[in-house]
């Protein structure tokens, strides 16, 4: 495994491998690794010819007020852990080699980000959006991993990609849990271990909106509602910033269960902000169930 | 040479000459090709293994009350000059494959589009980074190359290629004029004799503003009021949306003519906008000659 600290070097070593026309598997991270990012390396491991992870704090997707300087930085864990999965090349750029003074370009989207995460973290998709094309530009890879634990993220740079024609396929790879259902989050590091206990609000809302809706609840309040209350009774004091229904391919709230729907949640439990979510669609199947 | 109607089938007719290291040179273009475009593909085949050249009327970067339905379209002859200067590849995009229904995915710069022609048309520069980033992801050329007529269109591309790391140097040639002096452009297909005749007075105020300062003058209101004056006396009627003493860097406008200057005009003869520059710095040469 190599560490290359400038894009230059990383370019060059990757030529041979384009020449050879085999293909390049990416994982873009910010660091602070865990076991859903090594499952994404996993699946490029296995589909690609080479595997290139990058590792960068990304400040241009922080708000002012949100947690950038404290964003854990473990590069030696992180590291060892991509050399366990087997992955060639890391790119780990020296600071100030991401953006350049007077760097004003940036990449914008109208309709994904409206939704969820969005109106809670102005600028935050712009900023992934241009670290994302500009990583792309940098490694330019056969395919790009996400998971689907940031949902939003993946479904925005899947248009993103479709809509610039960055001929990169971007891969959406299941959310690791922890054993009691946790969704692996950087920001679980966060979490005293009562916070820990209380986030796992999180994960038992999405299960029961997925039962409601298996019951045959058609009306979004209501699930929401649900959703809501469970949250509030498990995690008492969590501040909740949304728990919604939406459709999963526009994002946009439904106000009855039809078709394939996203249950995503933001809940702030302490000074930590989680998000979670799972896909589920309203099938005769769920109904009987 | 061949023509490609699918960004597709050029992707695969590129692949080889990729694999094999080759360097491909790109010349994106609306066609009306004239011979600073040849110009463009000349310098391409100079510097390039592969010379690629688009044909595509891009509607987002023109205005709701601006030329698009009018713009000249000129296939046939646009295929034999780029015969002619031994193209490789013309791309022309069929109708639908550019921008797919739903894409809201732009490109967006605040400081250069600010200025010059930007405030005079809104969206366009956001049309023109969005419809060159895609056609970089679909060419990936190593080099594309631009005429120095659309100065501040070349100064906002290179500005994008760097801030989001395409790996392509952007190339800007020289402008190519009529031996009288008026710059090429499509748009000039629409001047009747009279207008051709008044459209002179662009460069001849070009001329004034250069040799101004090379006489002394400091400036810029003065400058600018002698390069109004000469249009409006060669070219009655004419309306002047520019006619401006910026930094060549910055496009800022400047009070006195230091460092590398841009003079830059944009004027309305008889229906017809059209563009003009010219590079100037005040050298001591200038000063005594």
Redesign the interface.
């Known amino acids: 495994m190599r560490v290359w600290r400038s894009?230059a070097a990383l370019?060059r070593a990757l030529?041979p491998a384009?020449?050879?026309?085999w293909s390049i598997g990416f994982v873009p991270t910010m660091g602070a690794l865990h076991a859903g990012h090594a499952s994404l390396m996993r699946r490029a491991r296995k589909s690609c010819n080479l595997v290139v992870v990058s590792i960068f704090v990304n400040p241009t997707q922080f708000g002012p007020r949100e947690d950038f300087s404290e964003y854990p930085r473990t590069l030696a864990r992180d590291l060892a852990l991509c050399r366990r999965e087997k992955v060639d090349f890391v790119y780990v750029p020296r600071a100030g080699e991401v953006y350049?003074p007077?760097?004003?370009?940036?990449?914008?989207?109208?309709?994904l980000p409206r939704h969820l995460c969005g109106p809670y973290r102005p600028g935050h998709f712009r900023g992934v959006?241009?670290v994302v094309?500009?990583?792309f530009?940098?490694v330019?890879p056969t395919a790009a991993f996400f998971g689907a634990k940031d949902y939003q993220q993946a479904a925005i740079i899947q248009?993103?990609a479709?809509?610039?024609?960055?001929?990169v396929r971007i891969v959406v790879c299941p959310t690791v849990r922890e054993k009691d259902g946790l969704a692996l989050s950087s920001r679980n590091a966060y979490l005293t271990p009562e916070e820990r206990r209380r986030a796992l609000a999180l994960v038992h809302a999405l299960r029961l909106g997925r039962r409601l809706i298996a019951l045959g609840e058609k009306r979004a309040v209501r699930i929401e509602a649900g959703m809501r209350r469970l949250i509030w009774s498990e995690a008492p004091g969590a501040s909740i910033d949304y728990a919604s229904v939406v459709d999963a391919g526009t994002l946009e709230p439904v106000r009855r269960a039809r078709g394939k729907m996203l249950l995503a949640l933001a809940v702030r439990i302490g000074k930590t902000r989680l998000i979670d979510n799972c896909v589920v669609s309203p099938s005769r199947k769920n109904l009987s169930s």
């Open positions: 894009a370019r030529a384009r020449r050879r026309g350049r007077g760097a004003d370009t940036v990449v914008v989207q109208t309709r959006m241009t094309a500009k990583l530009n940098r330019q248009r993103m479709r809509d610039l024609d960055f001929p």
